[in-house]
């Protein structure tokens, strides 16, 4: 049975539906409904805001050894509840079953690394140059963190803002995807069970147009000091410039186009396995999916003999049964990668599949798991033959596309890693050391893999890009702190007198005409 959501504000369901109502359809099976989202207007962020504002000075006294209690609690509620949310994310955006499990327990990983990171927000105890003077250093909540994700990993990812801003003692307003908001509303009633105060974590289901609008509006009331971005480099880039204009710095984390480099003394079988995870894996909708497999010129025919072989094996189709892949998240999604496909020149060879564009009858996919005109699913296509005057090479396309590319030499290969200007993840298949250090130095991306896919992050490493894919900014791991805490120094004069730095400081004379004698 479908199920009615709404924007949650104060611990409680808003009424009626300023911005709309939108149907979400199951992508897998495109007449069943999941849900339908009552919508908020600008107005509804603004007062998401104004309750987050209201309730985050006496959330930043509790202590946070206590908030870490409330992390705590909120991971095992997730823990306790896995398996139903994993099916609510399969149902409503079509990630396999097994993947939406492991992106449930990212988010109860999140919270186990973080529990402890309450008792751990150090500060420091600086020496003065003075006497009778200490200096310190305090971390501080920057106050109310405005967050808006996407709907691909639409509990992991949010989880990376929620959950350290939570236990640093700021207070939130979550914008989800509006495409997910049956998974969003399940994730959010789990925070809203966890232990948090009235007004501490609140959820606003909106479009994107009214998103902008409320934040524009809360930003210029002073109701937000922190945003946080996960989508595209182009909403990241306006959301940059609003922010800027209101002397702030927001977390971005947006688009990749990232590098698989195959060097000519790469175990093959093993560079095709994570190029295939990498390229097709959530049909290839993720920042970090694999945007151009980069291969030597001497192993680039055996490379992709046996990665079209292995794409084309592939089982996709049902998100509930054992499938590399399922459907496209939903119509949007699915059209923009037929827009991807016009890309293709007449130069490029295409394999992977027994044909391109949607999966049919009457273009079929062998092996099919399900039906395939139930839902949104596509052909994996794999384009050789890409350059770096291709849009395919120079664009993030969001959809089972990979494109391959040949280098001849180390620094043609490099090139083509960074030439697009993206940086968010990389990876390279090599046994030679020294190519993994070259890569390490010269690579724009934020994150590099060896001998590993170009997804997979962890819940205790920093994870963020750089260019077109960020402004710089970390999540996760201890690195992500720096975002939703400011820095205070402070220093203590005990000595009874005005002390002047700089000035009143002792001075050690020494001897500077000194010489050993000769020997």
């Known amino acids: 049975m479908a199920r009615t959501v709404a924007s949650l504000i104060g611990g409680r369901a808003r009424e009626g539906a300023p911005g709309g109502t939108l149907e979400i359809p199951n992508p897998t099976r495109l007449v069943d409904v999941v849900a339908t989202a009552r919508l908020g207007d600008p107005t509804t962020f603004v007062e998401a805001c104004a309750a987050a504002r209201d309730a985050q000075p006496r959330w930043a006294r509790v202590p946070a050894p206590v908030r870490g209690r409330a992390i705590q609690q909120l991971g095992r509620l997730v823990e306790e509840n896995a398996e139903t949310l994993a099916r609510i994310m399969t149902l409503e955006i079509g990630k396999p079953?097994?993947?939406?499990?492991?992106?449930?327990?990212?988010?109860?990983?999140?919270?186990?690394?973080?529990?402890?990171?309450?008792?751990?927000?150090?500060?420091?105890?600086?020496?003065?140059?003075?006497?009778?003077?200490?200096?310190?250093?305090?971390?501080?909540?920057?106050?109310?963190?405005?967050?808006?994700?996407?709907?691909?990993?639409?509990?992991?990812?949010?989880?990376?803002?929620?959950?350290?801003?939570?236990?640093?003692?700021?207070?939130?307003?979550?914008?989800?995807?509006e495409y997910a908001p049956a998974t969003s509303e399940a994730l959010a009633q789990l925070f809203l069970h966890a232990g948090f105060p009235e007004g501490v974590f609140n959820m606003v289901l909106a479009d994107g147009a009214s998103t902008f609008d409320g934040l524009s509006q809360a930003l210029e009331a002073g109701l937000v000091d922190k945003v946080g971005f996960t989508g595209s480099s182009e909403v990241g880039r306006r959301l940059g410039e609003l922010c800027g204009r209101n002397l702030q710095s927001p977390c971005l984390e947006l688009g990749g186009k990232n590098p698989l480099v195959v060097m000519r003394d790469a175990e093959l079988d093993l560079a095709v396995e994570g190029a295939l995870f990498s390229g097709f894996g959530t049909a290839g909708q993720r920042c970090t999916s694999l945007g151009t497999v980069i291969v030597h010129e001497r192993v680039h025919d055996e490379f992709l003999s046996r990665y079209a072989n292995a794409v084309a094996r592939a089982a996709?189709?049902?998100?509930?049964?054992?499938?590399?892949?399922?459907?496209?998240?939903?119509?949007?999604?699915?059209?923009?990668?037929?827009?991807?496909?016009?890309?293709?020149?007449?130069?490029?060879?295409?394999?992977?599949?027994?044909?391109?564009?949607?999966?049919?009858?009457?273009?079929?996919?062998?092996?099919?798991?399900?039906?395939?005109?139930?839902?949104?699913?596509?052909?994996?296509?794999?384009?050789?033959?890409?350059?770096?005057?291709?849009?395919?090479?120079?664009?993030?396309?969001?959809?089972?596309?990979?494109?391959?590319?040949?280098?001849?030499?180390?620094?043609?290969?490099?090139?083509?890693?960074?030439?697009?200007?993206?940086?968010?993840?990389?990876?390279?298949?090599?046994?030679?050391?020294?190519?993994?250090?070259?890569?390490?130095?010269?690579?724009?991306?934020?994150?590099?893999?060896?001998?590993?896919?170009?997804?997979?992050?962890?819940?205790?490493?920093?994870?963020?890009?750089?260019?077109?894919?960020?402004?710089?900014?970390?999540?996760?791991?201890?690195?992500?702190?720096?975002?939703?805490t400011r820095w205070q120094a402070m220093n203590w004069d005990y000595s009874g007198k005005l002390q002047k730095a700089q000035m009143d400081v002792a001075d050690l004379s020494a001897d500077p005409s000194f010489r050993l004698p000769e020997p």
């Open 316 to 484: 996709i189709g049902d998100p509930f049964e054992d499938v590399l892949y399922g459907p496209m998240i939903s119509s949007r999604f699915y059209e923009r990668f037929l827009g991807w496909l016009d890309w293709v020149q007449p130069y490029h060879v295409l394999s992977g599949s027994s044909g391109t564009g949607r999966i049919t009858r009457d273009n079929p996919r062998a092996g099919f798991v399900g039906d395939p005109e139930a839902g949104l699913f596509v052909h994996p296509t794999i384009v050789d033959g890409v350059t770096a005057d291709d849009d395919l090479y120079k664009q993030e396309t969001f959809g089972p596309i990979v494109g391959v590319a040949t280098f001849g030499d180390f620094d043609e290969a490099m090139a083509l890693a960074n030439g697009h200007g993206y940086g968010l993840s990389s990876s390279i298949y090599t046994t030679d050391p020294l190519n993994v250090f070259r890569f390490r130095e010269r690579i724009s991306a934020g994150m590099v893999s060896v001998n590993n896919s170009t997804t997979g992050a962890e819940a205790h490493l920093p994870f963020g890009g750089n260019g077109r894919s960020g402004n710089g900014a970390r999540q996760s791991g201890v690195w992500v702190l720096d975002q939703f």
């Open 97 to 177: 079953l097994a993947e939406a499990r492991g992106s449930v327990q990212e988010v109860v990983d999140t919270c186990n690394f973080f529990v402890s990171e309450g008792r751990r927000l150090y500060g420091m105890t600086v020496p003065s140059e003075l006497p009778d003077k200490q200096l310190f250093t305090f971390r501080n909540p920057v106050g109310v963190a405005a967050i808006v994700t996407a709907g691909n990993f639409p509990v992991a990812v949010p989880s990376w803002y929620l959950v350290p801003a939570l236990l640093c003692g700021n207070t939130v307003v979550w914008k989800p995807a």
